[in-house]
């Protein structure tokens, strides 16, 4: 099979169960910034291997997060009434339940949380919170998609819990680090 197929050339891409749609249409935006969100924490894994000593329970759950990812992509690129629909496994409650036992465990491992704090500290930190902040749009792209269409209603809540995880996962390899946060303080008149 050839990379490239030449279909996509005049601004349209095919949906799972071959509805074509513009490349600028919601739905594609939604599980395009999926993607995106998914590529960043790629990056986040690649500066955790990086280091002195990876984190591999770190780098196990950010793996199972890509995975989750590409199953919510999917879930983003079939529309409800498709008949490949059943095929798929859809994002559920118990996807999201998952996500908070996951977000409770890193939590012990951070410092207590007193307000807004820098996005920074290690690379892989830092490349952690770029990651909350996609999926942040992500979680808006979806918003935005559920007001023309009918989607799975998980994935909203589901994405929400993402970017809970990766700021609590970026404060806890922060603080495995030795790295101190930096709070937000108002910046005041001269």
Known sequence: MKLYTRTGDKGSTGLYGA???SKAHPRVEAYGTVDE???????????????????????????YLQNALFDLG???ATRQDSPYAKNLSRIDAEDSAF????????????PPFTGFVH???????AALQLARTVARRAEREVIRLAQEEEINPH???????????????????????????Q????????
């Open 74 to 76: 999917a879930d983003l």
């Open 155 to 181: 994935v909203q809540v589901y994405l929400n819990r993402v970017s809970d995880l990766l700021f609590v996962m970026a404060r806890a390899a922060n603080q495995q680090a030795g790295v101190s946060e």
């Open 99 to 110: 996500l908070e036992a996951m977000i409770d465990r890193y939590q012990e491992h951070a």
């Open 119 to 125: 996005p920074g500290g290690t690379p892989t930190a």
């Open 183 to 190: 709070a937000w303080t108002v910046k005041k008149r001269r």
């Open 37 to 63: 969100l998914n590529s960043v924490i790629g990056l986040a894994r690649a500066h955790n291997a990086q280091g002195g000593q990876p984190d591999t329970a770190l780098d196990a759950d950010l793996e």
């Open 19 to 21: 509805d074509r749609v």
